[in-house]
């Protein structure tokens, strides 16, 4: 099982970005799936997942009315789409994925199986 997080780059503040997370060996229906971030020198913080029904979502306070996840099935990925971007965002996000997630645990790092290799997202003018 690979995931892949990708999308990053620099952008203004104010600005958008999406992210995307691909899977192979792993299909993303009916998987719980997250994104994390960790800004240099901090420690890993949860910025906002999906169910693994589909429909529900969870945001960190931080990032709540800006940042929204998206699943699509056909496609095997999940998108982190970034609005109103600030430079207390610029962080390497991470995408992760479980298959027997909770709703209550979705914001906790260790109840994940899976991790991919984040992708740099740098916010600044």
């Known amino acids: 099982v690979q995931l892949q997080a990708s999308g990053g780059g620099s952008v203004n503040p104010g600005g958008s970005l999406t992210l995307s997370c691909a899977a192979s060996?792993?299909?993303?229906?009916?998987?719980?799936v997250g994104w994390f971030r960790q800004a240099p020198g901090k420690e890993r913080e949860f910025v906002g997942a999906?169910?693994?029904?589909?429909?529900?979502?969870v945001y960190a306070d931080a990032v709540k009315g800006r940042f929204t996840i998206s699943r699509d099935n056909a496609k095997n990925a999940v998108y982190l789409h970034m609005n109103n971007l600030r430079p207390e965002d610029t962080a390497v996000y991470y995408c992760?994925?479980?298959?027997?997630?909770?709703?209550?645990?979705?914001?906790?790092?260790?109840?994940?199986?899976?991790w991919g290799q984040g992708t740099l997202v740098t916010v600044s003018s």
């Open positions: 992760a994925a479980s298959p027997t997630i909770i709703y209550s645990s979705l914001p906790v790092a260790s109840s994940y199986n899976y």
């Open positions: 060996g792993l299909s993303f229906r009916g998987k719980g």
């Open positions: 999906v169910h693994r029904s589909g429909g529900s979502t």
